[in-house]
Each structure stands twice: as structure tokens, then as C-alpha cells.
């Protein structure tokens, strides 16, 4: 079955980096887009990063452009987003999703807290 496990988070203070990986199973991962999403406390899910699966082209956020990389290694079935520059804004759960035919998946999710 598909499966998408996200590691990586954890507290960090501000202006630092952290870079969270997602491991993909039970599905041809070179095949498919991945996307970044994360959840703040009483905030709607946004869409933080989108990385194609072809060739690897990428979008973002408008707040985190700059800031913020993904990155994917098939050979290794793992989509990565670095992130440097934190603030405290960026405190959320991130989720690793992907949309496969008639389904979409998430992971369940990291915790990344910035704070001094």
C-alpha cells in the first residue's frame, strides 16, 4: 500500500534550518509529483512546495520563495525540503502529499516549531 513518512522536524530557533525528508512506498515514485503542505494552530492546510516528477521543476509559496528548497531523489524514493531562514511564522505540522489516480495521500505529518 502507498505510504509517504515524513522525519526531520523539531524545534529550531529562529533563522536557522532544518531540512525534513518523506520516504515514498507502493507506488512508482518517479512518476508522480510531491508536494510539501503544512497546518499552523486554527489555520487552514496551505500548499508550501511542489516539485514535478519529469523533470524536477519546482513552485512555491510566495512566503517561503527563497527560503525554502524541495528537492527530490528517486533512486531513494525520498522528496526533501530544506529550510533555512525560519522564522517564527513557519511553526506548523508539514505533510508530505502526493495525488495518485483517484486518490490523493498525505504522511503523518512532522512538527516544526521556531522559537527562541
Known amino acids: 500500500q502507498v505510504q509517504l513518512v515524513e522525519s526531520g522536524g523539531g524545534l529550531v530557533q529562529p533563522g536557522g534550518s532544518l531540512r525534513l525528508s518523506c520516504v515514498a512506498s507502493?507506488?512508482?515514485?518517479?512518476?508522480?509529483?510531491m508536494r510539501w503542505y503544512r497546518q499552523a494552530p486554527e489555520k487552514e492546510r496551505e500548499l508550501v512546495a511542489y516539485?514535478?516528477?519529469?523533470?524536477?521543476?519546482?513552485k512555491y509559496a510566495d512566503d517561503v520563495k527563497g527560503r525554502f528548497t524541495i528537492s527530490r531523489d528517486n533512486a531513494k524514493n525520498t522528496v526533501y525540503l530544506q529550510m533555512n531562514s525560519l522564522k517564527p511564522e513557519d511553526t506548523a505540522i508539514y505533510y508530505c502529499?502526493?495525488?495518485?489516480?483517484?486518490?490523493?495521500?498525505w504522511g503523518q505529518g512532522t512538527q516544526v516549531t521556531v522559537s527562541s
Open positions: 502529499n502526493t495525488l495518485l489516480p483517484f486518490l490523493e495521500y
Open positions: 507502493g507506488f512508482t515514485f518517479s512518476s508522480y509529483a
Open positions: 516539485i514535478s516528477a519529469l523533470y524536477g521543476s519546482t
